[in-house]
Structures are given as C-alpha cells and as structure tokens.
C-alpha cells in the first residue's frame, strides 16, 4: 500500500487555490511574504503570551509592548498600525488577566492516519491554542484581532477549527467546543465540530490526496487572485 503523506499547510493551500500547491510544493516556486498581515504579527505576541501562561509566567504589559515595538521596526509598520496594534495588545492582556486565563498548550503538533483505497494517508498539523475553563473543561481557544466582528456562519465551517477539533478527537477521543474571542469588541463567540463535519473532513483530504496523486491543478478564481504572486504564472499556463 503507498503511503501519501500530507499536512495541513498543503491541504490549505490546495483548497485555497490548487495551482498554489502545485506551484509551491512541485514547482518549488517559493513565495515572498513581504507583506505580513496586521492580525499574523499580533498573534506572534499573542502566542508568546500565551505560552509564558503554560509555564506559569504572565508578562507584564510593558514586556508586551515592547516586543510588538521591535516588530514595529523589524516590519516597518506605519505609526497608526503600531498605535492599533499596541490598542488591542492591551485589550488582550486585560481579558486575559480578568480571565485568569488558562492555556493548556499551543501549536501541538500531531500525526494521525486516514486509510483509502489503495493508500494510507499520514497526515500532520498543529493544533492551535488548548485552553481550560472554569470547570476545567478543554476547548479550543481562538484570538480574533480584526476590526470586524466575526460571522457565525463563517465560524461554523472554517477549516482550520475542523482540522484542529478533529486532531484533537483524534488524540483524546474528545470534542472540543471552540471559543473565538473578538478582541477589539471582547466579545465571545462559540461553535463546535460534530461527526458529520470529521466525515467531511476525511472525505476532503481523500479528494486531495486524489487529485494530487493523479495530478489535477486548475485555478480557482477567487477575489484574491489580483494579489495572488501566482497570477501571472497562473494566467500564462493554465
């Protein structure tokens, strides 16, 4: 039996728009981030944060700051976004202080196999962010940093959550409710994964797997293929 193996990077990738796996991982085109989101440099701090809270140490707020100063400078971020960020930095520690936040882990990384036809699939990832309630209760925890506020519906099928619910039932034999706190309006929102969102899950990374192994790439058009560093290559050859 051929054993395929997979992450969850790749599987990201291949559902955002096939002809990017094919660039990065057979064209071994690579990709240059110069432009790093607002939101991804926030979570850089957050998750530090969050890992001193596994180890039994609270940074302090001006520790905080100062972190996201040298990543002012190191990304050349503009004075406003260095105010915003700093703004939502301290939001952060304040719930979590409030809180008395508890993290369990973060970024643990997993491995499990999925079974098909004529192959195994060994497939890896990171599980996000493990936090314990106050009944000492595991869910999975979420930071949002952006403006808007997040949408339910959007919420109760992303991929990631599914992926990461799913690795964890996997290594538990438990279900994670998940927890999005939006921190510009600290509000709560929850969701959680059921059998049927697992199943579609395996069914997805079978379909992958599938047409990696026979070599179907095509676009899939979408509002970010202007930005998209593909779009040329995409629009010369396919």
Same mark, same amino acid.
């Given at each position: 039996?051929?054993?395929?193996? !997979?992450? #969850?990077?790749?599987? !990201?990738?291949?559902?955002?728009?096939?002809?990017?796996?094919?660039?990065?991982?057979?064209?071994?085109?690579?990709?240059?981030?110069?432009?790093?989101?607002?939101?991804?440099?926030?979570? =850089?701090?957050?998750?530090?944060?969050?890992?001193?809270?596994?180890?039994?140490?609270?940074?302090?707020?001006?520790?905080?700051?100062?972190?996201?100063?040298?990543?002012?400078?190191?990304? @050349?971020?503009?004075?406003?976004?260095?105010?915003?960020?700093?703004?939502?930095? /301290?939001? !952060?520690? $304040?719930?979590?202080?409030?809180? $008395?936040?508890?993290?369990?882990?973060?970024?643990?990384?997993? #491995?499990?196999?999925?079974?098909? &036809?004529?192959?195994?699939?060994?497939?890896?990832? #990171?599980?996000?962010?493990?936090?314990?309630?106050?009944?000492?209760?595991?869910?999975? !925890?979420?930071?949002?940093?952006?403006?808007?506020?997040?949408?339910?519906?959007?919420?109760?099928?992303?991929?990631?959550?599914?992926?990461?619910?799913?690795?964890?039932?996997?290594?538990? @034999?438990?279900?994670?409710?998940?927890?999005?706190?939006?921190?510009?309006? &600290?509000?709560?929102?929850?969701?959680?994964?059921?059998?049927?969102?697992?199943? $579609?899950?395996?069914?997805?990374?079978?379909?992958?797997?599938?047409?990696?192994?026979?070599? /179907?790439?095509?676009? $899939?058009?979408?509002?970010?293929?202007?930005?998209? #560093?593909?779009?040329?290559?995409? =629009?010369?050859?396919?």
């Amino acid at each position: 039996m051929d054993i395929i193996n !997979l992450n #969850e990077v790749q599987l !990201l990738d291949f559902l955002k728009c096939p002809i990017i796996y094919d660039s990065v991982n057979n064209k071994k085109m690579l990709i240059h981030k110069n432009n790093i989101a607002l939101n991804n440099l926030l979570n =850089r701090v957050s998750n530090n944060f969050y890992l001193n809270l596994i180890n039994g140490k609270v940074l302090s707020l001006d520790t905080i700051k100062n972190k996201w100063d040298n990543l002012c400078l190191n990304y @050349n971020l503009s004075s406003q976004q260095c105010l915003e960020g700093v703004s939502l930095l /301290i939001k !952060l520690f $304040r719930w979590a202080s409030n809180e $008395r936040l508890i993290i369990a882990d973060i970024n643990s990384p997993y #491995e499990y196999s999925i079974k098909d &036809n004529n192959y195994l699939i060994n497939f890896k990832g #990171e599980i996000s962010t493990i936090a314990i309630n106050s009944n000492n209760v595991p869910y999975l !925890l979420v930071t949002d940093f952006n403006n808007k506020n997040p949408k339910q519906t959007l919420l109760d099928i992303k991929i990631k959550y599914t992926l990461d619910c799913f690795a964890y039932w996997k290594i538990t @034999n438990q279900k994670l409710k998940i927890r999005v706190h939006h921190i510009k309006s &600290n509000k709560d929102y929850f969701t959680d994964r059921n059998d049927i969102d697992f199943n $579609r899950l395996e069914k997805t990374i079978k379909n992958v797997v599938f047409s990696i192994k026979n070599n /179907i790439y095509y676009p $899939r058009e979408s509002v970010l293929c202007p930005s998209c #560093e593909f779009v040329n290559f995409c =629009r010369a050859w396919y």
